[in-house]
């Protein structure tokens, strides 16, 4: 079966840019995951959505970030006027219930902001 | 905050020695998880150690939970090219928390 999809693969944009990243999780997973991975820093946790809500944004790095979730199914990962710090992998991940289980990752959208 | 220290961060060895790799925290989780990522792609999930003192195999790669569950180990035997990638653990709260808390990761390079 298909595993996590994440769009796009890449993507570079300019300081000060809207950019919205995608995540299909596996089908019937009702937990998803987002993680940012920098160079050097590890994956850091972002958000977690048990069905279309995200009980907990405290992980969130900036207001300017955003996530939602919608049908329990695909989540958009948003980044408002962008900065140079946020270049990093942002990946995604769902499990089919939440704290615990065996998650599965998807490729990540590499993010460079010039 | 949690925190899960790896060590060490950079290894490389000849292909058929043996290595370990360490994965240490003040606090303690409920369960530990082991992933190896390559290039360009997520991390897979290698293996999920629950209780204290727990000793898993998985062919040539052997994880030991630690006895207070604060810490963590991975040990490679013989090990061969196809072992290369970045091995991250990663650490599960049982008081209904979210996401993973990982370490930084160890690079693990084997020569030919």
């Known amino acids: 079966g298909a595993g996590v999809s994440q769009s796009p693969s890449n993507k570079v944009t300019e300081k000060g840019k809207d950019v919205e990243l995608r995540c299909d999780p596996i089908?019937?997973?009702?937990?998803l995951y987002w993680y940012r991975q920098s160079l050097g820093q590890g994956l850091e946790f972002l958000i977690y959505f048990q069905g279309n809500s995200a009980p907990d944004k405290s992980g969130l790095p900036s207001d300017r970030f955003s996530a939602e979730r919608t049908g329990g199914s695909v989540s958009t990962l948003t980044i408002q006027r962008t900065q140079q710090e946020d270049s990093a992998v942002y990946l995604c991940?769902?499990?089919?219930?939440?704290?615990?289980?065996?998650?599965?990752f998807g490729p990540g959208t590499r993010l460079t902001v010039t | 905050t949690q925190l899960l220290e790896q060590s060490p961060q950079f290894l490389s060895i000849q292909e058929g020695e043996n290595l370990t790799v360490y994965c240490n925290s003040s606090s303690v989780f409920s369960s530990l998880q082991w992933y190896r990522q390559e290039p360009g792609e997520g991390p897979v999930l290698l293996v999920t150690v629950v209780t204290g003192g727990e000793v898993k195999k998985l062919k040539r790669l052997t994880f030991q939970f630690g006895d207070a569950r604060k810490d963590s180990s991975l040990h490679i035997t013989a090990a061969q090219p196809g072992d290369t990638g970045l091995y991250l653990c990663?650490?599960?709260?049982?008081?209904?928390?979210?996401?993973?808390?990982f370490g930084k990761g160890t690079h693990l390079i084997i020569q030919p």
């Open positions: 990663a650490g599960v709260s049982g008081g209904g928390a979210d996401g993973l808390t």
């Open positions: 089908s019937g997973h009702t937990a």
């Open positions: 991940a769902s499990s089919s219930y939440r704290g615990g289980s065996e998650q599965y």
